[in-house]
């Protein structure tokens, strides 16, 4: 009789992480504590099981090893006892780091960004999004390069390629940045297209809203909510969606805007990951209206608004007209007002607040907008009531006309002007 066996789990087992950081006392109102909090809730998201963590006050990292010579042989000592295979620093190592704590530990050593430039590869659903990844990790990667990507040559190369006495990392090099020129050109593309997109959108005359946050603050819940559909991947976990979605909302006064939901942004978010991601991140130069949410049941709320606005400001963006979310209120550390005198309180999981948010957009984009009261012939009819589809004018059925009021994009304004100065010339 054959003996049944039971099934093998080939399932890896996940990577033992153990963090560290050095305490400057320079990135104000972050204390490593709490930085180390989020670093551990990144490794998590990226399939590892946190099992320690140590931080050191210092004057500034060390330069061979990011936490001294002394430290780094105390983590031996952890490396015993938790039998971590992986070490994770809270900053961006320098290629020496990196290697003195590799030579010292004997285990894989990465920092914050490697570990973000990760999830983001492994959350990259599109093309686009996978585009954008590679060119980040390819930059990362190009002065840490060991011998790495001899693979490349498989793409290019061959006789006549190669200088006299070029060593094999010198190849290496020149390969990983052949390839970042050609991903910069896809990327390039990307944006093109973004902003063939966006003029198409100019041309109908639709406002446009881009949601900004942290990550998981609940920007994808809140656009779903809008929507009333659930469009967009919405998850409890940091950088659950990175691909932009936007999708027109129809506003109380009957108003139609685009609004955008846009990549989270994260305390040290590498600047390799702002540089790759700007086609993306261009939606939110290009809209009329900024939607920033802010997740209210984080104690760290106002800090998340400082790199959000950080951020901004690099994106040129920081002054553009905003409204301030103040989300999760039903689970809230802190009331709207102490997030921003202006702020809305809403629960974009449960609806509380959408309604008076609703209106806040509708408003902001009609101060934006240009007050029309015309009154046009009846022939119009056709073009006009295609207009007012779009939303922000009312028309009204006079005896002897269409009289047509409310506030216009610049571009719904125009064409309505048009309409008139037809009218009146036929009338000449």
Known sequence: MTKKLAPI??????????LIAVDTGSDEG?????????LASLARTAGADVVGAEWQQRRHPDPDTYIGAGKAQELLAAKVETGFTVLIADDELSPTQQRGLEEVLGVKVIDRSRLILDIFALHARTREGRLQVELAQLEYQLPRLTKLWTHLSRTGGGIGTRGPGESQLETDRRLIRDRISVMKARVDQVRRSRETGAKS???????????????NAGKSTLLNSLVGSSVVLAEDRLFATLDPTSRRVRLPGGLNAIVTDTVGFIHKLPHQLVDAFRATLEEVSRADLLLEVVDASDH??????????????????????RII????IDAAEMHPREIDPAALGVSAATGLGLGPLRSAIEEALQRQGTPVD???PYTAVGEVEAIRARGGIQVAYDEDALHVTGFATPEMASELKRLKRNATAKLL
């Open 201 to 215: 959108r100019t041309t109908r005359g639709e406002p446009t809203v881009a949601i900004v946050g942290y990550t």
């Open 325 to 328: 979310a103040a989300n999760k």
């Open 9 to 18: 789990d080939l399932t890896p087992a996940p990577e033992r992480a153990f």
């Open 374 to 376: 015309l009154r046009l």
């Open 300 to 321: 760290h709320a106002l800090e998340h608004r400082a790199t959000v606005q950080a951020v901004l400001d690099e994106l040129g963006a920081a002054e553009k007209p």
């Open 30 to 38: 972050w204390p490593a504590e709490d930085s180390l909090q989020e």
